[in-house]
């Protein structure tokens, strides 16, 4: 055997001997860390790594490290400027009207009602994200939402001329049925809007006040049992196909794990945060009058009515099948 040929074997041998260099994604998510959410994308990570024994590690950015929104992240994952990301429904109506539906106001009051929803949803949520070079691997819900302000909010008098922070369109449309000032923007920018003013009220779920320490700039709670609405993980799909089928069996399997730990957090979710609220000095009402409850969903109808009409069949089909069940 020559030199050149021994050199050549002890090279093919020893690169065949080495370890596989780490494939890296990164993950962003424009909520905190404590946040159910957060929580969701961390445990998704971890197993993924636990999965694939390191072949794949995903690195989470939480509370929009990486300058990207929910809004953003759509167009960030579709493109490859992201792998994945952690990304709220609720900011994606404007790309495809059928996100809407888990934040439709007064639709799934339970849990189980919420997670039915989605069951009958996911092939239109696959189908618009498989349509933009996505792949949505998992979904899991928020707390219903409620009111955060400096007062307790117990009838439709109580929301005359209050700038609410609103997250969509239904929500932006139903508060100013109600009579309040609605004002649509981003998660990440609520805390400054708060502190300048901007807006006196936010609607969102107690566990997302929770996490950014809601009780700093606001005094009560009331629960007015809103929306659950979904957050979704994505990945990019050229990203996955990019993985041995191995890899991207471990990853649809770290996937259910992850999902399911996001729907389990759900049960004790609300009176944990009601706990940690009143443990800071807040106010919270935990049910409102059936009258109060009466007169949002009121205030809600023309929107979901005009929103079935706008998405057509698909949303006709998904709602006519979760009446029947």
């Given at each position: ?19 596989a ?15 159910l959410?957060?929580q ?7 197993a993924?790594?636990e999965?694939t ?35 709220a ?29 989605y ?50 369109v ?23 809007q ?16 929770v ?8 005094s ?15 990945v ?35 009176a944990?945060?009601?706990e940690?609220m009143?443990s ?6 935990d ?27 698909r ?8 009446k029947?069940?």
């Amino acid at each position: 055997m020559t030199y050149r040929t021994l050199l050549g074997t002890t090279l093919a041998a020893a690169l065949a001997a080495a370890p596989a260099l780490a494939t890296n994604w990164d993950l962003s998510s424009e909520y905190p860390a404590g946040s159910l959410q957060g929580q969701t994308a961390d445990f998704f990570a971890k197993a993924v790594a636990e999965k694939t024994n390191g072949a794949l590690e995903i690195t989470v950015h939480h509370g929009a490290a990486l300058g990207y929104k929910s809004v953003d992240n759509f167009d960030a994952v579709g493109d490859g400027a992201l792998q994945a990301a952690s990304s709220a429904f609720v900011f994606w109506t404007g790309i495809d009207p059928i996100f809407q539906l888990s934040s439709l106001p007064f639709l799934a009051p339970t849990s189980d009602d919420v997670h039915a929803l989605y069951e009958l949803a996911k092939p239109e949520y696959e189908k618009v994200l498989e349509d933009n070079n996505q792949m949505l691997l998992l979904a899991t819900p928020w707390p219903s939402s409620g009111l955060w302000g400096n007062k307790a909010f117990t009838s439709i008098d109580d929301l005359k001329g209050v700038k609410v922070r609103t997250y969509d369109v239904a929500s932006t449309e139903t508060m100013k049925s109600a009579g309040a000032f609605p004002i649509q923007i981003s998660w990440a920018d609520v805390p400054a809007q708060l502190s300048t003013n901007a807006i006196d009220a936010v609607l969102t779920s107690p566990n997302g006040g929770v996490g950014v320490q809601m009780w700093e700039l606001q005094s009560n709670f009331t629960n007015v049992n809103y929306a659950s609405s979904l957050q979704a993980i994505h990945v990019n799909m050229d990203a996955f196909m990019d993985l041995s089928e191995e890899a991207q069996a471990e990853v649809r399997e770290a996937a259910k794990e992850a999902e399911d730990y996001g729907w389990g957090l759900l049960a004790d979710a609300t009176a944990k945060d009601f706990e940690t609220m009143r443990s800071h000095g807040m106010t919270v009402t935990d049910t409102i009058s059936p009258e109060f409850s009466a007169a949002l969903t009121e205030a809600a109808q023309p929107f979901i009515d005009q929103w079935v009409k706008d998405t057509g069949t698909r949303a006709t089909t998904i709602m006519d099948a979760y009446k029947a069940r």
